[in-house]
């Protein structure tokens, strides 16, 4: 089966503190790919049929 989620990118202060929830509400294209890429490779499972697709 499929699992859907549904996330915010989020501004962090100096201590890992959310700041903002919303990333002051406008993130560039560029920036949202990049961070959506880095987060498909972090992103593992332990079963060897699994895939990770983020989306901007």
Do not use: C, M, W
Request: overall charge negative.
């Amino acid at each position: 089966g499929d699992l859907a989620l549904r996330g915010n990118y989020a501004t962090l202060d100096d201590n890992g503190a959310i700041i903002d929830r919303r990333a002051g509400r406008h993130i560039e294209k560029n920036d949202a790919e990049g961070i959506a890429r880095e987060i498909e490779q972090q992103v593992k499972f332990s079963h060897p049929n699994t895939e990770v697709v983020v989306a901007p």
